[in-house]
């Protein structure tokens, strides 16, 4: 059976700590792993991770993937209460995504 | 920048009722999906749809459900006979290639009392 399992559920720092968000998969016909922020509403895309050890960085976020091991992690650095989300890791296959159930991060003043 | 719209944006039913939730996706995206969440729960896929048909359902997609997409922008998911688990966050979203430059539209709140 197809499933993506995202660790931890909840998570509680505090600003300006560094965090690391992992995903781990097993699906059949992988095709892209992909990390989105979920506020209030719809989730907002992070990055599109398709080939292992190649670092994606978009400012204080980072992500990269390993393929052999089958798994992602999310690095937030220097956090600010602003990142505070549930961060949801999707794994594209087939013809559809599968999402895990997230990590919650809450960030405190 | 281009979005996904969807409608309404929340929508109350009583239950057995049926219900049409609408999307407008981006326009020169091909493929288009449907997603639901229910409060505190994961992101589940439902169905994704390619030149006029569906091309992958979920198990949760079973016969109450339908999409279609009657012309050239509205992309709808039906549901015929709401049942009270039906209540859910539901979103659409669509991309130009599957898994590439996917949006998702702000969803539809559905609660069935």
């Known amino acids: 059976e197809d499933k993506v399992v995202q660790s931890p559920l909840s998570l509680v720092v505090h600003e300006g700590d560094t965090v690391t968000l992992n995903c781990s998969y097993e699906v059949t016909n992988f095709r892209s792993l992909l990390w989105y922020k979920q506020e209030k509403k719809a989730p907002t895309f992070l990055f599109m991770l398709?080939?292992?050890?190649i670092e994606k960085k978009s400012g204080r976020l980072s992500s990269i993937l390993d393929k052999k091991e089958l798994f992602s992690i999310l690095n937030i650095t220097a956090t600010q209460t602003g990142d505070s989300a549930v961060y949801l890791c999707a794994v594209w296959h087939n013809n559809d995504m599968r999402f895990g159930a997230g990590t919650r991060l809450t960030v405190k003043p | 920048e281009p979005e996904v719209t969807q409608t309404p944006s929340h929508q109350v039913t009583q239950m057995g009722q049926e219900v049409i939730l609408r999307c407008v996706p981006i326009s020169n995206h091909l493929y288009f999906y449907w997603y639901r969440q229910i409060l505190g729960q994961k992101v589940e896929f439902l169905v994704s749809?390619?030149?006029?048909?569906?091309?992958?359902k979920s198990e949760i997609f079973d016969d109450q459900f339908s999409v279609e997409r009657p012309d050239g922008s509205n992309f709808t998911l039906k549901i015929r006979s709401t049942k009270l688990e039906d209540s859910a966050m539901y979103f659409c979203?669509?991309?130009?290639?599957?898994?590439?430059?996917?949006?998702f539209g702000s969803g539809t709140r559905l609660t069935v009392v």
């Open positions: 398709t080939s292992s050890g």
């Open positions: 749809f390619y030149n006029n048909e569906i091309s992958e």
């Open positions: 979203a669509s991309s130009v290639q599957g898994g590439i430059g996917y949006t």
